[in-house]
């Protein structure tokens, strides 16, 4: 970290006061050093690299991400090893800069939509690439626009008539020396978007593109010189990629609300407004209700969805080494789960960042607050990756095969274990929930199983729904649709139950009493909080009463009361350094009014005393009137 | 041609989008009007804003002064007057990017708050552009709680001036538009000191440029505030104050005056320096939240059936988005909403010109009642539009982050809503100080204003409903909401006397209750809301065909904000939760409804294609060409980028292999 931020080489002009291309052009600058600086100090391990890229680019996306995050690991994964005798030196040493090309314009999640295609041509043995439609051009790949020339292209396969699904491609794209595109390829980059620019997002089309056949990425699948295509082995193992990125949008999550709870919380630790007391000085304004009730939640839900990253990335490396050791067993749990805790991360996330930009009034609107460009950075995670909805329906249809399973009599094993219960209540014929009106709302472990409660019901509820349109002589995909929006409410709470459960297991291994004593005050905050947002779902089928209701609003605003003058050594922890939060509101030393001043000051508008506009404008027409 | 995924949807419609456009603009002539001001607007290359997007925040700014000064030019032209019958739509037609917007706020200061010898002078030298005026009121450390202002106005007998200071750096102006560059004078809310004591807030008329070259008069510092989400047009400034003298003529005195010998008089009421500011909250609940969720929703909902994804029955094509019963969750409560906001807003205003008649007569009685109605109503309206347009960002999957999709300008925009013109938290504890007043006083007997008799009702304690039709049923769905804001508000009144009974002082249980406080205001507001919208649908019984979609909109208003808050609804058991179920399953078989007449019902919205600048949203669909033409007008993409000769170039050829 101090390795970054002492080297001049790094620094440079507040972000916010430059245009799209120098944000372009100092992110590639910051890039090139960065692999040139990397080598100069032997950084190789990947997780060093990760800290080390974070602090140049200040958690901020940049032209070589696809290069560095997509290209090279493809490589690594999918190449054979005289593919990567060929291309993975040259990308290492970057006289290629690849990256990966798969999204279309008119198709996105749903991949086999794809329509760009690869038809091989034994003749000559290549591969002849062609974008057909519109909507098949490539678009939004990272870096395409103007810095790669190399592309990983996913395209549909032809060989001898028959197409044979998806398969990726290794297509140069710029000649080497005069950057200039390739005949038959049309390249650039995709306008302006809502943040990420510094990133040269770029279209791609290809007409009658020709690419040796070693340049299909054959690890797996193969075509023959004649044009014989061999399958893969299995396709599950193209699974192991996307459960593992999605996996770090969950700590993304994590991350990104936490930076902004801490400029929230500092700030309102700074700003005074009204009177609380009459005659009194105006007070701090996170000694309101409303504003501690607008932020204490989502301090909570950062420390809650910082363990829930922390053990999806375990369960990750655990079932990936069970993997390698050919044991499938887990994945599909692991997929699903990951899937949607992806989705209802980030959703909360989102929700959570804008909200406290809105805690900030209207100074959380200036980009120097920092909380603009945290949710323009972050926001799109919603959609890349798997869109969110198709996310949760994915989880979804795990969720409705266990349940089939328990209602055929097997057990499942899990997170979803809970829905044996299911079987058992059957058995004693008693309303799902009937038995649970003893939660006590002081004790996690009792609000974990009032979660579990609630996402058996919306499970069993949207699994009998499914099968009621089903009885309707429907077809399967038609009562799917049919009964998708109960489906996304099925899959949130079983979320929201994984999230409580894990945060509450996690504060038995909390030796030091202090902590233990503020974490669990943390996480009833997150429990209950969330009990209060969603108070229909456990009224309804009687979890919880009335009266428990009305004590459990109670009591979180008695926590909110209890975690306030911890506040702002809780967001302290999460350990910003300001340079890296790159926020006036959320400074450290908390002089905010005097550094938005100076901030202001630089403001391209102010660059002279007097703007051109008002020769060019404002006077001719004070004299013409 | 149109596509024909979009020209298939208009076939369908269920009625006609000509008389929906005409009733939601109030009349034949209106649409007409309209249509031609928007035409005459759009024709002009000079407000052309297809390069909004590539600008930079110089550009933008030099823009909106360029299309600001042709503004009048035009209007000269085309005898087209600020207070005509055309401005709303010049607005419209503008879509707000335009410099010297709070010019007219000035010039709407000092008519209201001046008296006629001021209006007399400042008016006419406004009007005709010899000044550029600002209202400087928010600062650094201080915003919506006028009282906390720092900046000192001290009056000094001697040279009958007033002095003017920002004691410390908090008290420095901040945010107020066209302070940055362009303003030559502002109005500024000041302390009045005179002879020592504090007479509160007041308006003052400074100089702060020079009238010759544009300069910072003498004790000015002022500059523009630096880039933000969004409004990179508009130069909001800040101004810090030394000693600045001002002659006595220069505060606003139509209701305050302080004499040449220091003697201070009021007439009427203190609260009428707000006014102007509860006269923007309502026409900003117009403009600036309810039309750009309706353009988010035209933008969202044509999108969605010309963009298909994925197979709904094997063997046929990949379906429309807008058929998966998510997609339309996502999408069409935001639809209804936008309705029952245009609906509610028209209500609002008709409630205002009332008052404004009244206050003009020097009658104040309305504008307790004016006060709580705007700013609950913008703080409900604006919150519920933010979230709409950002669900329909959300839903245009990745195209929606494109800035050429139009989304993601509009949210940015609609996000500062929430807090100018009053910061939405503080705005809704406003409206329940009102509300528990009323509350307090039905339940003593007392007479409460017309639009809250219903604190005073008694009504059954459960919900009537048998099967999930009966929640179709408008009596059904408004009692419960009624029910629940009576619940809401009565509990928190109640909670709030025990704590004060219990010792607690006044100000610690007005805090301790602020966050019940909140929801009982937004339950009242919806409420009337939703009251609203069944009213409207009563009268449009010549109209059957818009009555019947209608009807299905105000329905699916109402149970969608039953089902999305079904606690507050079963909470006390008037609903149960066998009806709740109900209510979900009559909420979902609404949507299917709807479904059919969704592009219809934003085509009778009435954009074009210029003001909604987007490439997902045209009226002809032609989404995909669109997007990769204006794409390839990206300056990114004209010019060679500086970073290839500069860093890539060496990096690619091999400067790295010397490592």
């Known amino acids: 970290e101090a390795l970054v931020i002492n080297d001049p080489d790094f620094q440079h002009e507040d972000l916010n006061f430059l245009s799209r291309s120098q944000r372009y052009e100092q ?551 300001d340079i890296h939060l790159g926020s006036v509101l959320g400074r450290y030393d908390g002089n905010v009014y005097e550094n938005m001043f100076e901030w202001a000051k630089k403001s391209p508008l102010n660059k002279t005393e007097v703007h051109e506009s008002f020769h060019k404008h404002l006077k001719p027409m004070q004299a013409k009137l | 041609g149109v596509n024909p995924d979009l020209a298939s949807e208009r076939q369908t419609a269920s009625f006609s989008v000509g008389r929906l456009t005409t009733l939601l603009d109030g009349g034949a002539e209106r649409t007409r009007l309209r249509r031609a001001v928007v035409e005459a607007i759009e024709r002009d290359p000079v407000f052309s804003r297809e390069n909004e997007y590539f600008q930079s925040q110089n550009e933008r700014y030099e823009a909106a002064v360029r299309k600001a000064i042709h503004l009048q030019k035009k209007m000269r032209e085309m005898g087209w007057t600020e207070d005509g019958p055309e401005f709303t739509y010049i607005c419209r037609a503008l879509s707000g990017d335009v410099a010297f917007l709070l010019h007219r706020v000035f010039i709407r200061s000092i008519s209201v708050l001046g008296s006629d010898k001021q209006v007399a002078k400042w008016i006419p030298l406004a009007t005709e552009y010899q000044l550029i005026g600002s209202y400087a009121q928010t600062e650094l450390g201080h915003g919506t709680y006028l009282q906390g202002l720092e900046t000192t106005a001290v009056f000094d007998t001697t040279t009958q001036e007033f002095i003017l200071n920002t004691p410390k750096i908090s008290a420095m102006k901040w945010w107020p538009g066209d302070m940055g560059r362009s303003a030559t004078h502002t109005v500024v809310f000041a302390q009045l000191y005179v002879r020592g004591k504090c007479y509160g807030v007041h308006p003052f008329i400074v100089q702060i440029r020079s009238l010759q070259d544009h300069s910072l008069c003498p004790g000015i510092t002022a500059g523009d505030i630096g880039p933000k989400m969004n409004f990179e047009h508009v130069d909001n400034g800040y101004l810090m104050l030394q000693n600045v003298r001002i002659p006595r003529e220069n505060m606003l005195n139509k209701f305050c005056e302080v004499q040449p010998d220091g003697t201070y008089i009021r007439r009427g009421s203190q609260k009428i320096n707000y006014f102007t500011m509860t006269t923007v909250r309502v026409s900003l609940i117009s403009d600036e939240v309810i039309l750009p969720l309706m353009k988010a929703c035209t933008i969202a909902i044509r999108y969605s059936v010309v963009r298909r994804q994925s197979k709904l029955n094997p063997g046929e094509e990949e379906a429309k988005i807008l058929d998966y019963q998510t997609q339309q969750e996502k999408l069409l409560p935001p639809l209804a909403a936008a309705y029952a906001f245009h609906f509610i807003n028209n209500y609002l205003h008709k409630l205002f010109d009332r008052g404004y008649k009244e206050i003009q007569g020097r009658k104040f009685d309305s504008l307790p009642e004016l006060h709580a109605f705007s700013s609950g109503f913008k703080a409900m309206v604006s919150q519920h539009c933010i979230a709409g347009v950002e669900i329909c960002l959300r839903a245009c999957g990745g195209h929606g982050y494109s800035l050429l999709s139009g989304l993601p300008s509009l949210y940015t925009k609609i996000f500062a809503s929430c807090i100018y013109e009053g910061e939405n938290t503080i705005l809704l504890l406003q409206t329940a100080r009102f509300l528990i007043k009323c509350f307090t006083a039905a339940s003593a007997g007392r007479p409460i204003p017309p639009s809250v008799t219903y604190l005073a009702a008694v009504k059954p304690r459960k919900c009537p409903a048998k099967e999930k039709l009966d929640f179709l049923s408008p009596d059904v769905y408004t009692e419960a909401y009624q029910h629940t804001a009576i619940r809401l508000l009565s509990s928190t009144a109640a909670k709030l006397q025990d704590l004060i009974q219990s010792g607690v002082e006044k100000h610690e249980a007005w805090n301790q209750c602020t966050v019940q406080l909140v929801q009982a205001a937004k339950a009242h507001c919806h409420y009337i809301t939703v009251k609203n919208f069944v009213e409207t649908v009563e009268k449009l019984e010549n109209e059957a065909g818009i009555q019947k979609i209608m009807k299905h909109l105000c329905d699916l208003f109402a149970l969608h904000g039953i089902f999305s808050n079904a606690g507050v609804f079963l909470h006390d058991g008037y609903i149960s939760g066998a009806q709740m179920d109900m209510v979900t399953a009559s909420y979902l078989d609404l949507l299917g409804v709807i479904r059919k007449d969704a592009v219809p019902l934003v085509d009778a919205f009435d954009f074009t294609d210029k003001s909604l600048n987007s490439a997902l949203g045209n009226f002809d669909g032609h989404v995909y060409q669109r997007l990769y033409e204006w794409a390839q007008k990206s300056p990114t993409n004209k010019q060679m980028s500086p970073a290839y000769v500069r860093y890539l170039q060496p990096l690619l050829h091999n400067k790295l292999s010397k490592l």
């Not at chain 1, 290069?67 to 290629?96: C, K, S, V, Y």
């Not at chain 1, 309707?472 to 899959?491: G, I, P």
């Open chain 1, 27 to 577: 992110a590639i600058r910051k890039s090139s050093l960065m692999v040139m600086k990397l080598r100069e100090y032997g950084i190789a391990d990947p997780e060093e690299i990760y800290w080390f890229k974070s602090f140049v680019h200040r958690g901020r996306p940049e032209p070589l991400d696809l290069h560095l995050g997509m290209f090279l690991p493809t490589l690594l994964t999918q190449a054979t090893p005289e593919q990567q005798d060929r291309f993975f030196m040259p990308a290492w040493n970057l006289e290629i800069i690849g990256t990966y090309a798969q999204t279309e314009m008119g198709h996105g999640t749903h991949l086999r939509g794809l329509e760009t295609t690869a038809t091989y041509d034994p003749a000559t043995q290549e591969f002849i690439l062609n974008s057909p439609t519109v909507t098949s051009i490539k678009w939004w790949p990272g870096g395409l626009g103007k810095t790669s020339n190399h592309a990983i292209v996913l395209a549909q396969l032809y060989t001898q008539g028959q197409c044979k699904g998806l398969h990726a491609f290794i297509v140069p794209i710029r000649q080497l020396g005069t950057h200039e595109p390739l005949p038959g390829i049309t390249v650039g980059d995709i306008g302006p978007k809502f943040g990420y620019d510094e990133m040269d997002n770029g279209y791609l089309k290809m007409d009658n593109f020709r690419i040796p056949r070693e340049n299909m990425l054959m690890k797996y699948a193969q075509v023959e010189p004649d044009g014989t295509y061999v399958k893969p082995l299995s396709d599950k193992l193209t699974y192991g990629t996307m459960v593992f990125i999605r996996s770090l949008i969950v700590g993304d999550s994590a991350r990104a609300l936490s930076r902004a709870c801490t400029i929230a919380i500092r700030y309102s630790a700074v700003r005074h407004q009204s009177e609380l007391k009459p005659g009194e000085p105006e007070p701090q304004i996170l000694d309101y209700q409303t504003q501690q009730y607008k932020l204490f939640p989502l301090l909570a839900t950062a420390y809650a969805f910082h363990f829930v990253g922390a053990y999806i990335k375990d369960t990750y490396r655990r079932v990936s080494g069970d993997i390698n050791e050919g044991d499938l067993s887990e994945l599909p749990e692991l997929h699903a789960l990951t899937a949607g805790l992806k989705a209802f991360t980030s959703w909360t996330a989102n929700a959570g960042i804008e909200e406290c930009r809105m805690a900030c009034g209207g100074h959380g609107y200036s980009r120097c607050s920092g909380i603009p460009d945290i949710y323009v950075t972050f926001t799109p995670s919603c959609t890349y990756e798997g869109e969110n909805t198709v996310m949760m329906l994915q989880t979804a249809r795990f969720l409705v095969k266990s349940y089939n399973q328990v209602s055929s009599g097997q057990r499942v094993a899990g997170m979803v274990s809970y829905l044996n219960d299911l079987s058992r209540q059957r058995i004693q014929p008693q309303h799902v929930a009937a038995r649970a009106v003893t939660v006590r709302i002081n004790d996690p472990v009792s609000l974990v199983e009032a979660y579990k409660a609630r996402a058996a019901r919306l499970v069993e509820a949207a699994a009998k729904n499914l099968q009621a349109e089903l009885n309707h002589r429907k077809s399967k995909e038609d009562a799917w649709n049919r009964t998708s929006v109960d489906l996304v409410r099925a899959s949130e709470a079983h979320c929201h139950y994984v999230i409580v459960k894990l945060f509450t297991a996690k504060l038995s291994e909390i030796s030091n009493a202090a902590l233990r004593a503020v974490m669990t005050e943390l996480c009833l905050l997150y429990a209950l909080y969330g009990i209060s947002k969603n108070t229909g779902d456990f009224l309804q089928v009687g979890i919880l009463t009335d009266a428990q209701i009305t004590q459990v609003n109670q009591h979180v605003k008695e926590l909110l009361a209890i975690i306030r003058p911890n506040a702002v050594a809780l967001v302290d922890s999460f350990d910003f350094h």
